[in-house]
């Protein structure tokens, strides 16, 4: 009787005309095909332990959404809006070109989230993918630390492998972690025009988020949102580009110990603020043109330095202990910051006038725009380091990398140790197709030098010369 009722269940997710249609509270696992999207979850889908759900590259998953302000709507027992809840394995892998895309069915209204539970595989993975029109998913059977998931994407306990993906026009935020303490890293990221924080942590440790970009966050909400919220939390924010947010750039409160390396802060309402005992250390950061640059409360409550770091700033800000190489009432000098280019100019005060001793820091071997983090004697202060020569004389392979043959006519082989996806650049940097397949066809490109660049799923960039002959 039991298969029997199983087998009824199956039964109602139809699919007919390219399109699927996934019932309130359904087990869901195996492949979701390009041929079948988009994928309609018209409630509670459930990944469940010890089973894998597969999305293909392109794949549209829309969710039941409700414009709704009544928070007892989006409660997870009430199957009223699309929600996917991970306690197995979810493997989310698109390309820049063919994406995978969580949305809303509609034109209108807001879903729940894509929820990680705790005992889910730390190996599921999403890249590529695209997280918009969420809101939250409240009160989940069998979570009593955490009443609402916010984020289009959600994490409770347990980190998983998380690049080169997009969380925009969330109506809350658009990504959001709380008690995740195993060493978690998520590199490569945009987050924009989320309506209250780009990004959330709390109550978790050892949290790396590495070379994203955030802007045009916290534009309707108020209090204190920001684009990176940390909140008794232990993080690492390395290389990442933080401009144009509404409210706070980076906001850290309550205990935990945060690190703010190599990033660039520009024009957002305030650009870094420390309350309540939230020690923070920033080390070659530019913090400039935001409206105030530094905030801080309760004073002596927290530790905060700041070393090696860049701001407009005309004298030191309060509460700030400097560890000195501070640059004050200076210009970061950037290219074009109107049009949003944050390179650096030849004449940069920026350059090379880093922390000489990087160790600790836990630098990406690339910085934001995939160049070498450190292209000469000294790393620069900054998100972007400063180019000396072209992109193609910068190039960096791990012995354990082999890429087979190399000049290559047709295809290539990559052998590395954790192959997630490659990307192809010509010398100039721009990029020209994204690969899941170690097995890279070259056939239709002209004959000439390329830049490969390996992605692995311990969050290394690998990049190597490639010939086409």
């Known amino acids: 009787m039991k298969r029997f009722i ?87 892998n698109g390309t820049s070109t063919n994406p995978i895309l969580f949305t809303r069915d509609g034109s209108s209204g807001y879903w729940g989230t894509v929820l990680i539970d705790e005992n889910a595989s730390i190996a599921s993975s999403f890249s590529h993918c695209i997280f918009e029109y969420s809101k939250e998913t409240r009160n989940v059977p069998g979570i009593t630390g955490t009443v609402a998931f916010s984020g289009g994407l959600s994490l409770y306990r347990t980190g998983v492998n998380i690049q080169n993906c997009i969380f925009k026009n969330n109506q809350i935020n658009g990504m959001y972690i709380t008690e995740v303490n195993n060493h978690f890293i998520f590199s490569n990221n945009q987050f924009h025009n989320n309506g209250t924080n780009g990004l959330v942590i709390e109550q978790s440790t050892d949290v790396k988020c590495i070379n994203s970009i955030f802007y045009s966050n916290s534009l309707s ?40 390396i190599n990033n660039t802060i520009y024009n957002n309402s305030q650009g870094i603020r420390v309350e309540n005992g939230a020690n923070t250390y920033i080390y070659n950061t530019i913090v400039q043109n935001n409206n105030i640059n530094f905030a801080t409360s309760s004073p002596g409550s ?25 640059i004050l009432n200076s210009n970061a000098l950037f290219i074009n910051a109107s049009s949003n280019n944050y390179s650096l100019q030849n004449n940069s005060p920026c350059i090379d006038a880093g922390a000489t001793d990087t160790s600790g820091l836990f630098l990406p071997t690339l910085d934001i725009l995939g160049n070498q983090r450190i292209s000469n004697a000294t790393i620069d202060i900054g998100a972007i380091e400063f180019q000396n020569t072209t992109f193609a004389n910068y190039i960096y392979q791990q012995p354990e990398l082999k890429v087979y043959p190399n000049p290559a006519n047709e295809n290539v082989y990559v052998f ?12 100039s ?11 890279i066809n070259i056939s239709n490109l002209p004959n000439g030098m390329y830049i490969l660049k390996i992605i692995t799923t311990n969050n290394e960039n690998i990049n190597t010369r490639l010939i086409k002959n």
């Open 6 to 92: 199983q087998f009824c269940l199956w039964c109602v997710i139809i699919s007919a005309q390219g399109q699927t249609i996934i019932p309130d509270n359904t087990n869901i696992s195996g492949n979701w095909t390009l041929a079948n999207s988009p994928y309609i979850v018209q409630g509670r889908a459930i990944v469940p332990n010890a089973q894998t759900l597969t999305i293909e590259a392109g794949v549209e998953v829309r969710f039941t959404s409700s414009s709704s302000p009544t928070t007892s709507w989006f409660d997870f027992s009430a199957g009223n809006v699309g929600v996917i809840r991970v306690q197995g394995e979810i493997i989310a």
């Open 221 to 260: 909400a108020t209090g204190q949102p920001a684009a990176i919220r940390s909140s008794n939390s232990s993080t690492y924010l390395i290389g990442n580009l933080i401009y144009n947010n509404d409210d706070f750039g980076i906001f850290t409160n309550s205990s935990g110990n945060n690190r703010i």
């Open 302 to 326: 927290a530790t905060i330095e700041m070393r090696n770091s860049l701001t407009n700033a005309a004298t030191f800000p309060a509460n700030v202990n400097d560890m000195g190489g501070n």
């Open 416 to 427: 590395t140790k954790g192959f997630l996806y490659a990307e192809l650049f010509s010398v």
């Open 429 to 439: 940097g721009q990029l020209i197709n994204s690969y899941n397949n170690p097995i």
